[in-house]
């Protein structure tokens, strides 16, 4: 361990010894940002740089266990992302679904896919839906993967399951407009039945969402750090819970 290392660990204790736990946020959502450019940066290919960036992911969840957080939705891909070249694509999805095998085989935590199943190819669909029934009955972190996922068609697949819905149970289209509602759509959101995120973090100096949970985010606190996301430190997700903790949420009011 180097002289940086031990300073950086000595910090973070201190940080963390004064952590309030009564402070820390439920549900914290996190964009996965600065994966390539971290490569980049290394000297690395995008593909080292994803690989780093999914190895972060069982750090990041055992500093959620420490710190009494129940719920992490992590953004690993975007509706967006699925137009890339093939030759950006196939390599990308073949990491994440490691990720995903590695987050199921831990034994600790909760896996639940959050996105359009149907925009991606049959063998991510089948090792989403093997974790998720893998791990349905682990107590521990709840882990959102958020792979194919659009904060927009997120809200429209919700509209539309509302519409099929409705449309099963006979309910004639005064019916239903005289009865949508907030928790109705919300109640079709890929996250129904969880909390609201209340912290999102997004690494790599970008302060934008970029369409990330866009209708569960309207209250959230947001946290956004310079660093590229596989250089993410214990240190710099502490800053995080403390800059979230020393503000007064107001909720509009």
Excluded at 72 to 95: C, F, G, H, K
Excluded at 104 to 121: E, I, Q
Excluded at 154 to 168: G, M, Y
Aim: glycine fraction near 8%.
């Amino acid at each position: 361990m180097n002289l940086r290392d031990l300073v950086y660990g000595l910090y973070a204790r201190r940080v963390e010894g004064r952590l309030d736990h009564a402070q820390v946020p439920k549900h914290i959502g996190v964009i996965l940002d600065g994966n390539r450019r971290w490569a980049k940066a290394s000297g690395g290919t995008p593909e080292q740089g994803h690989k780093a960036g999914a190895d972060k992911i069982q750090e990041l969840l055992g500093w959620c266990a420490e710190t009494d957080v129940e719920v992490v939705t992590l953004w690993m891909l975007s509706t967006d992302n699925l137009s890339r070249p093939e030759a950006q694509l196939v390599p990308l999805l073949s990491i994440i679904e490691g990720a995903v095998e590695a987050l199921a085989a831990d034994g600790r935590w909760r896996v639940h896919h959050v996105g359009t199943m149907d925009l991606l190819p049959g063998r991510t669909q089948r090792v989403l839906k093997e974790a998720e029934e893998s791990t349905r009955t682990n107590a521990g972190i709840l882990v959102n993967v958020a792979v194919g996922y659009g904060g927009r068609q997120e809200i429209a697949d919700a509209v539309r399951s509302l519409l099929l819905d409705h449309a099963e149970r006979g309910t004639s289209f005064e019916e239903l407009a005289e009865t949508v509602s907030i928790d109705l759509i919300q109640e079709h959101l890929y996250t129904r039945g969880q909390p609201d995120p209340d912290l999102v973090i997004r690494t790599s100096g970008e302060q934008r969402l970029s369409g990330f949970m866009l209708w569960q985010s309207a209250h959230s606190e947001y946290y956004f750090c310079e660093v590229h996301w596989p250089a993410f430190r214990k240190v710099d997700f502490l800053r995080a819970l403390r800059d979230y903790a020393a503000r007064h949420r107001r909720y509009g009011s």
